[in-house]
Each structure stands twice: as structure tokens, then as C-alpha cells.
């Protein structure tokens, strides 16, 4: 495992207890291919920091935007936490090299994958939680999600994707798009969904998510952008 101390550098925290931080990177791949370790793996750590980010990124933008209604403060929220834009942090960090993995997934490509890095995201947020409480990891978030923030109301990517892919979906085929499952990974307290976004036989974009809401939301902004450079001539 490669120098904790250049994760911390790129966190802007140095942990107490590294106990913690080891734990928040060791994916349940690695402890089954070496059961004689005695750890523990991350998924504990993730359903805290899980909830530690919905209220640190909620305090955020309730601050950040005084004027803004309940329900665009939701659909910020949801952009910011979502799984895509969690594993964008982490490797923005650098995380997915510091993971534990088992032999298995990083050669399926582990360190890079969108679900196992939002998920260590979380981990190693609810690793400071537990090590130095709240405000550092406000400190994170606010660095983080500032330039995503300023991404996000750019391109418009909080509104309502579902509702604007149908409208396009009907105006050029006159058909709804549909929304299939494709697959879910992860344990029953976080599991990720895998959904596509079809049009006829044509799937036209792709997401994950911790809901299925989530994950077709992402499949249909993913579809969005495909459709603007869509020819129909």
C-alpha cells in the first residue's frame, strides 16, 4: 500500500487514527481474498459517511444560496452526492490508488470503477468524521464542491433529465423512452443500479446510481448529450 501520507496531503487532513483511514480503503474484495487479515471493510464506514455528506452538502448550499427554493436545493443536493460526481472527488484525491483491493477487481479495473470509488469516497468521509469530527470535512467538501457546483448550474445538470430526454424522445420519434435495469452491484444497504436509457431498440445513454430514480436520471442526462450532437439530416 502506497504512502498514506500523500492521500492525507491531497485531503488536507492528518488523521489521528490511521486504524480508521486503512479501514475506509479496504474494499470486502480484498478481506475475502486474505481472510486471516484482521480488518474490517469499508462498508460500515461508507453508510456513515453516506449520511455525514447529506448533511454537510445540505448546510452547504442552504448557506451558499439564502434566496433558493426547498426544491432546487434538493436537485443541487442530488447532483452533488450523486455516484458520479462522488467518484469524480475521489479521484480528484487520488483514492482509487490507495484502495485495498482484491487481486480480482483490480484487474476488472477496480481503482477506476464509479461505484467502488464513490463508495471509498464515503468511507474515507466518514473515517474524518470519526477522527476529527464535522468541520474538516466541511472544509472538503466546500473545496470540492465549489468548481462542481459552479459545473452544475452551467450545464444545467440538476434539472429534471428524465423530463427533458421524453420531450426530445417524442418530438423527433414520437416514442417515450424507457428505463431497463441493466444491472446493481454492492451490498443490500448500498447497493449501486446500473440503468439504460432506450428509445426504441436504441440505448441511448447509460448511469449509475444508489436508486434506480438516481441511476435513470443519470442515464437520461447521458442521453442528453448525445441527442445534441445527434444528426438528423
Known amino acids: 500500500m502506497e504512502d498514506l501520507s500523500v492521500l492525507e496531503e491531497n485531503l488536507g487532513i492528518q488523521f489521528r487514527d490511521y486504524s480508521l483511514l486503512t479501514r475506509a480503503l479496504t474494499h470486502r474484495s480484498y478481506l475475502n481474498e486474505n481472510p486471516g487479515m484482521a480488518l474490517e ?63 480480482g477487481e483490480v484487474e476488472n479495473g477496480g481503482r477506476e470503477r464509479s461505484p467502488i470509488l464513490c463508495a471509498a469516497f464515503e468511507a474515507v468521509v466518514g473515517a474524518i468524521y470519526l477522527d476529527q469530527g464535522v468541520e474538516p470535512v466541511e472544509t472538503l467538501v466546500k473545496r470540492l464542491a465549489a468548481p462542481a457546483l459552479q459545473q452544475i448550474l452551467a450545464d444545467s445538470s440538476h434539472k429534471d433529465a428524465k423530463s427533458e430526454f421524453q420531450v426530445w424522445a417524442q418530438a423527433q420519434f414520437n416514442i417515450t423512452p424507457r428505463y431497463e435495469v441493466a444491472s446493481s452491484t454492492g451490498p443490500d444497504h448500498a447497493k449501486v443500479f446500473t440503468v439504460q436509457a432506450i428509445v426504441g431498440d436504441t440505448v441511448w445513454g447509460e448511469g449509475d446510481g444508489r436508486s434506480k430514480q438516481e441511476a435513470a436520471q443519470a442515464a437520461a442526462a447521458v442521453a442528453l448529450q448525445k441527442a445534441e450532437d445527434f444528426d438528423f439530416e
Open 41 to 103: 471493510d469499508n462498508e460500515r464506514l461508507e453508510f456513515l459517511g453516506d449520511a455525514v455528506l447529506d448533511f454537510v452538502v445540505a448546510a452547504y448550499l442552504y448557506h451558499r444560496f439564502p434566496e433558493m427554493p426547498e426544491g432546487d436545493l434538493t436537485s443541487l443536493r442530488a447532483a452533488l452526492v450523486r455516484t458520479t460526481m462522488l467518484a469524480q472527488f475521489a479521484r480528484q484525491m487520488e483514492i482509487g490508488r490507495f484502495l485495498r483491493l482484491g487481486y
